[in-house]
């Protein structure tokens, strides 16, 4: 059944699927939006007493998926002791960067060089240091927040497939985090350079950032961005979000982090706890 699945995706128009999927969410439609929603929460069990608005206060089925939370509703760690989780999901891998690879799943890797699609110089810094990827469900809150402070210094679009990011698909699919279209983002940080990157998957209808906007798909270039000033994030403020599901990688350098002995495959994360250990 998995083969299938992932063939099927092979076969399938991916960016033609995810355009009209983006067309459907973002209508202002009644019936349209208010139908979306309203089986949206049924099927996933949505917990809408978190959310700052009632179902029926969202223009789109886009501003419902990317709704604010109410004040409160993610407490924050200690940052000066602490990594923060970036989001809320379920942990795809996490270790070490090893030989300058990622462990995507049992018996695949890919490269930071593959991922981060940039400056050369980039990749070696994070060799020997931390990664984490973070699964972000459809029933998930989709903001995505500082794991640290810091200031953005550079971001990367890279186009590429929409390939799902789900646990078959990442068991089945060569490099998957590296092939799909993503949103590379380098922070300076206490901690040397920190990269946040999102990934965009099956059905995803955008990715936006809350110092650019919607980040709008171009041609087969990789787009980059450079700040000589660029804003800068507290620990826990957020930074973008996804429209419908997606991952998110975060990339340390080595000797700033340890994770916590909890966090493992499959472990559920919420926005904004301790996840690893500052050193």
Not at 120 to 126: C, E, T
Not at 248 to 257: A, T
Request: proline letters at 6%.
């Amino acid at each position: 059944m998995s083969s299938l699945f992932i063939r099927a995706q092979h076969l399938a128009p991916q960016h033609g699927l995810s355009k009209f999927a983006g067309r459907i969410a973002d209508s202002t439609r009644p019936w349209i939006k208010d139908t979306l929603i309203a089986r949206f929460i049924d099927t996933y069990d949505v917990d809408m007493d978190e959310a700052a608005e009632p179902a029926a206060a969202y223009p789109s089925f886009n501003a419902f998926f990317t709704r604010a939370l109410k004040p409160g509703a993610r407490p924050l760690a200690d940052s000066a002791r602490y990594v923060l989780s970036p989001a809320d999901g379920a942990v795809s891998q996490v270790g070490r960067i090893a030989d300058g690879r990622i462990l995507q799943a049992k018996g695949r890797d890919y490269s930071v060089a593959e991922l981060l699609a940039g400056d050369a110089a980039d990749a070696p810094r994070f060799d020997g240091g931390r990664f984490v990827t973070i699964y972000l469900s459809p029933r998930d809150y989709h903001r995505v927040h500082m794991p640290v402070g810091g200031r953005l210094r550079e971001t990367r679009y890279v186009p590429g497939d929409l390939f799902s990011v789900n646990g078959v698909t990442a068991e089945g699919v060569e490099r998957l985090f590296a092939r799909n279209e993503r949103l590379a983002c380098l922070f300076e940080t206490p901690l040397g350079t920190v990269a946040s990157v999102m990934v965009g998957a099956m059905i995803v209808a955008g990715i936006e950032t809350v110092w650019s906007g919607r980040v709008a798909p171009h041609g087969k270039a990789v787009q980059s961005a450079r700040f000589a000033d660029g804003p800068v994030f507290a620990p826990g403020e957020e930074m973008g979000r996804f429209y419908l599901g997606s991952t998110v990688v975060l990339l340390f350098e080595p000797d700033r982090i340890e994770w916590l002995p909890e966090l493992q495959p499959g472990s559920a994360v919420r926005m904004g706890q301790a996840i690893a250990r500052l050193l």
